[in-house]
């Protein structure tokens, strides 16, 4: 992921990579959640031709062109693949969209930006080949930013402990966190912090207050 610092630390502070573990600070609904997805973002265009919009039969409309796609994107459910004994989701989705130029010319181009959650028994080639795939109608295809899944390592023994400690049960981790990197580096990892993972990115995302009370004590018992 292009705008993540964690490597930039590493460089930094070299004696980081002899870390025997790591713990992800990510919500995990008090649960330990092991691994992480992978991401894949991709530039998907539709080009039609642009005509005017009082005369649309002497164009093709780029944005209508991608309709059957975004149907069947909508409809899509999740890619179940499980790993460890761990249900890694696999999802794609368009979180961004742009075309046109005016409100009476037909749009000749239509760009999306189709984001890939992958699981960890995927490699990010694989992962551009499933999504070239999905998104075959296109015109256009083009990979704009990526980074690699987190595989499982809930089964150390300071996780072990950590699982113990908290009460906590063990599930996958529904998206990217730096479980990956740490990974990369040899270092195993999990996520384990306060909050709740379903409430990311949502107007509503808050924390409870003994979430925080929670975390520090279970990490304290282990750590300290």
Partial sequence: MADNQLGSVFDRVPALEEAAVGVVLEPTNREIQAGCNGVLNARVSFVGDPAHSARPW??????????EFLTS??????QVHAIDGLEFKEVMSVTRASGGVANNVIPGRFDLNVNYRFAPDRTIEEAKRELADVCATADEIEATDSAATGPPAADHPVFVRLAEAAGATVTHKQGWTDVAQLAERGIPAVNFGPGESDLAHKPGESLRLDDLGWAYESLLAVLG
Wanted: proline share 6%; hydrophobic share 40%; glycine share 18%.
């Fill in 58 to 67: 002497l164009g093709v409309n780029a944005i209508s062109k991608a309709g």
């Fill in 73 to 78: 994107l909508h409809g899509r459910t999740p």
